[in-house]
């Protein structure tokens, strides 16, 4: 289970939704009032965590909408290999690879063996966000 319902009414800006399939962070919520026929709308509009690709989702504010959950935790750098990076988790220590576009911009410069990185993974995919 990587999401969980939350009513649309009650996203705000800077939070994570679901939108097309895609975890996405909110960059913009619009209320409409409601109408003489049927329910206020939430107009949402998210950018997506791994694809940067903007996304709108217009739906009526009482209805359900999947909210990502986000595992944030620590992985060390252990090598470069190729392309990717091979980390370990610090918590289990198991290794993974991430590829180039799962790695903010900032960060890709600044990777190297010995480094410790925070991780975020959701929907079962994960992404380097910030060297700790």
Same mark, same amino acid.
């Given at each position: 289970?990587?999401?969980? $319902? %939350? +009513? %649309? =009414?009650?996203?705000? /800006?800077?939070? !994570?939704?679901?939108?097309? =399939?895609? $975890?996405?962070?909110?960059?913009? @919520? /619009?209320?409409?009032?409601?109408?003489?026929?049927?329910?206020?709308? @939430?107009?949402?509009? =998210?950018?997506?965590?791994?694809?940067?690709?903007?996304?709108? *989702?217009?739906? $009526?504010?009482?209805?359900? &909408?999947?909210?990502?959950?986000? +595992?944030?935790? &620590? %992985?060390?750098?252990?090598?470069?290999?190729?392309?990717?990076?091979?980390?370990?988790?610090?918590? #289990? !220590?198991?290794?993974?690879? @991430?590829?180039? #576009?799962?790695? +903010?911009?900032?960060?890709?410069?600044? *990777? /190297? $063996? =010995?480094? +410790?990185?925070?991780?975020? /993974?959701? %929907?079962?995919?994960?992404?380097? &966000?910030?060297?700790?």
């Amino acid at each position: 289970m990587s999401t969980k $319902p %939350a +009513e %649309a =009414g009650s996203i705000k /800006e800077g939070s !994570y939704v679901m939108i097309d =399939g895609e $975890p996405c962070k909110v960059v913009e @919520v /619009e209320k409409s009032k409601t109408g003489k026929h049927g329910s206020a709308k @939430v107009r949402i509009v =998210g950018i997506g965590v791994f694809d940067n690709v903007k996304r709108t *989702l217009i739906v $009526p504010a009482d209805a359900q &909408v999947e909210i990502p959950i986000i +595992e944030k935790f &620590v %992985a060390q750098v252990v090598a470069k290999v190729g392309d990717s990076w091979q980390l370990m988790d610090l918590r #289990n !220590y198991t290794t993974f690879e @991430v590829s180039p #576009n799962q790695i +903010e911009e900032d960060v890709r410069n600044k *990777l /190297e $063996p =010995g480094v +410790e990185v925070e991780v975020w /993974e959701i %929907a079962g995919r994960r992404r380097i &966000v910030r060297i700790r």
